[in-house]
T-cell receptor
Framework: GAVVSQHPSWVICKSGTSVKIECRSL??????MFWYRQFPKQSLMLMAT?????????EQGVEKDKFLINHASLTLSTLTVTSAHPEDSSFYIC?????????????FGEGSWLTVV | QKEVEQDPGPLSVPEGAIVSLNCTYS??????FMWYRQYSRKGPELLMY????GNKEDGRFTAQVDKSSKYISLFIRDSQPSDSATYLC?????????????FGKGTSLLVTP
């Protein structure tokens, strides 16, 4: 069945460096993908909507220059956390919607744990 | 006021009990309602999906949506220790190019043997 793959699952980076997280739809095309962030014991919060071939749409309070999103193809969206700081340590997860004859289905990646030290 | 409110619990029940999980919301534009289960350090897993008001049953799980009260519920019958997880309600208001979900905070459920 349709699967969304997210990589890496775990990443540790030094403060001030940048880290890239990939989100791939493995057997369907997604013109739109979504990036969420989840802090411990908190809900998943939508960060941005990734649009293939155009600029991402960011939610209020999310810095677009810090969280760079690139959706260069119909199966790949990337989130780059630039100049990461310890407060950026969180669980980042993407989702994509598969459109089929029986309707739309949302698939989530497995998520990426980012620790900034 | 957050758009989706959910009691974080924790909720502890004995094995075999009926579990009731609930969410309220404030945005009347929400049309799609979902319940996800999330195990520790894993991505959310879709349990139930409902469009507009009504009930939906799938095995031991029943989802109810009352749009007039802006209230949704998930019932788990004959709960099992393997049901221990965090349950997140989520809802969406558009379906044109994909679903941006608004999540509740999640309710932590513990089913004890």
């Amino acid at each position: 069945g349709a699967v969304v793959s997210q990589h890496p699952s775990w990443v540790i980076c030094k403060s001030g460096t940048s880290v890239k997280i990939e989100c791939r739809s493995l057997d369907f095309q997604a013109t739109t993908m979504f990036w969420y962030r989840q802090f411990p014991k908190q809900s998943l919060m939508l960060m941005a909507t990734s649009n293939e071939g155009s600029k991402a749409t960011y939610e209020q309070g999310v810095e677009k220059d810090k969280f760079l999103i690139n959706h260069a193809s119909l199966t790949l969206s990337t989130l780059t956390v630039t100049s990461a700081h310890p407060e950026d340590s969180s669980f980042y997860i993407c989702s994509a919607t598969s459109t089929g004859s029986s309707g739309n289905t949302i698939y989530f990646g497995e998520g990426s744990w980012l620790t900034v030290v | 006021q957050k758009e989706v409110e959910q009691d974080p619990g924790p909720l502890s029940v004995p094995e075999g009990a009926i579990v009731s999980l609930n969410c309220t919301y404030s945005n009347s534009a929400f049309q799609y309602f979902m319940w996800y289960r999330q195990y520790s350090r894993k991505g959310p897993e879709l349990l139930m999906y409902t469009y507009s008001s009504g009930n939906k049953e799938d095995g031991r799980f029943t989802a109810q949506v009352d749009k007039s009260s802006k209230y949704i519920s998930l019932f788990i019958r004959d709960s099992q220790p393997s049901d221990s997880a965090t349950y997140l309600c989520a809802m969406s208001k558009n379906s044109n190019s994909g679903y941006a979900l608004n999540f509740g905070k999640g309710t932590s459920l513990l089913v004890t043997p």
